[in-house]
């Protein structure tokens, strides 16, 4: 008897015509529950979950909303609708039609670049799964879970895509996305970011807000893609990808407001008075947001990339919002970068804009960072603070690029290792940092009650109050 696989996989690329592809993903579809049963949620798998699933692509209803067991949501394949007057919209090829197949000589490069993609997702569920335990509220604690599943429907859509266009190597590649693990000593993640351990909720804040938007704008980098299918898929992931943010956003305000509440009420901003009374001082949120800014940093790769030079030139990777830019094939533009000089100072060099495509897309990546900011900087100015948060230089911290293993002031400035060793307690969360917000971790599973370090959130889910019974335990 034939399985109607349709009704297990939600699609829109009608899944059921294609008996092969079916066949393959119903082989897949065992591996990812495991792997979700494994390195997903830890100990939450029988709660019921006010989640959203989207259902279709229809910008005005995608989504519908419902209590759901995380092993039972529907992970589904969505691509936004293929437009038939789509052309390629940068690079050499600009003009031409789109790809709907891999083309022959880029299906390593392609292949690569949508593995990439792909290993983030599981990794970001996995550094997340003991997060639950330690929720502030049944509100977060379903955010926490609506995050993690719909990164699950994004490994879904990398998956579909390497099955579908890729052959044996795609379905390989697809298994290996399940055996890589973040953290792991021998197979880890492949961005440094994801192997990163997210213990606490502050971290978690900073992940979303920080490390979420990066996703944002590879994804827009990628949905400018003429390989089409991968184009649209991610521009439907961009949709859920917005909610992410907002946990993020959001999850940093109202611990600000709640510190400034406990320093209004103490009338002090000394930072252990303020901890004494179980709120988050704002230089340790500084330090947080100065780690997970700056590893986040290191996710658009390096200033100066041939790699990145040859996906725009071949239309494989664009700029977020290419319609922006006048000239689509940036042949023969050049972009400042400022480089260490190797002697302790910095050097100004004009580099072929092509190779410079990370760095015009963390650009623009720093300029959206700073909303929230100026958003959380107005809460402590409303409130008769001087205290403001600030983003650190791209060069603050750097893992990855010229900048990488130079150390720096918070500020940009080149100093020496000694000279770094002797502030990191101030810029970046120490041992004692770490320990005073672990302790503050404690699970607040009940509804209408809110951890004491965080502030409710302005309004609840879907029209919802924030006091609605967002995770049914059992
Ligand atoms: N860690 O020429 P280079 C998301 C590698 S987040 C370790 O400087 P290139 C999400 C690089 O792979 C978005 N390795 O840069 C968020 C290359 O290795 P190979 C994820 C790094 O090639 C939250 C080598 O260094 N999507 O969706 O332009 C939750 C030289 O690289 C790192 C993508 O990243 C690093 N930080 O790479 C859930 C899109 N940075 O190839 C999900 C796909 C660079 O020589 N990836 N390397 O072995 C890409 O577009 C590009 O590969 C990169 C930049 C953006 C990573």
Not at 130 to 157: C, I, K
Not at 379 to 386: L, N, Q, T
Not at 413 to 424: D, L, N, V
């Amino acid at each position: 008897m034939s399985i109607n696989y349709q009704d297990r996989i939600p699609n829109n690329v009608d899944l059921g015509s294609n008996r092969t592809l079916q066949r393959a993903l119903e082989h897949w579809q065992p591996e990812f529950l495991k792997w979700w049963e494994e390195l997903g949620p830890k100990d939450f798998q029988v709660a019921d979950v006010y989640l959203r699933t989207a259902t279709s692509v229809d910008a005005k209803g995608w989504a519908t909303y419902g209590y759901v067991r995380m092993p039972e949501y529907r992970w589904g394949i969505f691509l936004n609708e293929r437009d038939p007057n789509r052309r390629i919209g940068f690079g050499d090829n600009f003009g031409q039609e789109v790809w709907q197949h891999v083309p022959g000589e880029y299906r390593a490069t392609l292949r690569r670049l949508i593995v990439t993609q792909g290993d983030t997702e599981p990794a970001s569920v996995e550094q997340q799964r003991m997060l639950g335990h330690t929720a502030p509220s049944l509100y977060d604690l379903r955010n926490l879970f609506q995050v993690n599943v719909e990164e699950g429907r994004h490994l879904w859509a990398m998956v579909y895509l390497l099955h579908a266009y890729f052959g044996r190597d795609g379905r390989e590649e697809a298994e290996e996305l399940l055996e890589r693990h973040s953290g792991d000593a021998d197979k880890p993640r492949i961005l440094g970011t994801f192997n990163e351990p997210i213990r606490d909720w502050l971290s978690f804040f900073m992940f979303t807000y920080f490390t979420d938007r990066d996703g944002k704008f590879q994804l827009k980098s990628l949905a400018e893609s003429s390989f089409d299918p991968l184009a649209r898929t991610c521009q439907f992931m961009l949709t859920e990808e917005a909610h992410h943010m907002f946990v993020g956003d959001t999850g940093i305000n109202r611990v600000v407001r709640r510190t400034l509440e406990v320093m209004q009420e103490l009338n002090t901003d000394d930072p252990q008075a303020i901890r004494n009374a179980g709120a988050i001082d704002l230089p340790t949120v500084q330090r947080y947001l100065n780690f997970w800014f700056t590893s986040s940093l290191d996710l658009f790769g390096s200033e100066t990339s041939s790699n990145a030079a040859s996906y725009f030139a071949n239309g494989l990777k664009g700029r977020p919002d290419e319609t922006q830019y006048e000239d689509h094939v940036a042949g023969d533009q050049f972009y400042e970068v400022q480089l260490p000089d190797g002697s302790g100072g910095t050097r100004t060099e004009q580099i072929p804009m092509r190779n410079a495509m990370n760095e015009v897309t963390r650009s623009s990546y720093v300029r959206d960072c700073e909303i929230g900011l100026k958003r959380w900087n107005r809460v402590i100015e409303k409130a008769r603070h001087s205290f403001r948060l600030t983003l650190p230089s791209t060069r603050f911290r750097r893992n990855i690029g010229n900048w990488a293993g130079v150390p720096t002031t918070p500020e940009g400035q080149p100093i020496t290792a000694e000279q770094f060793a002797a502030h990191k307690a101030e810029w970046l969360p120490s041992e004692s940092d770490q320990a005073y917000i672990m302790s503050l971790m404690h699970g607040v599973h009940q509804p209408a009650k809110m951890a004491a370090w965080i502030a409710p959130p302005e309004r609840g889910i879907n029209n919802n109050p924030v006091d609605y019974e967002y995770v049914k335990l059992h």
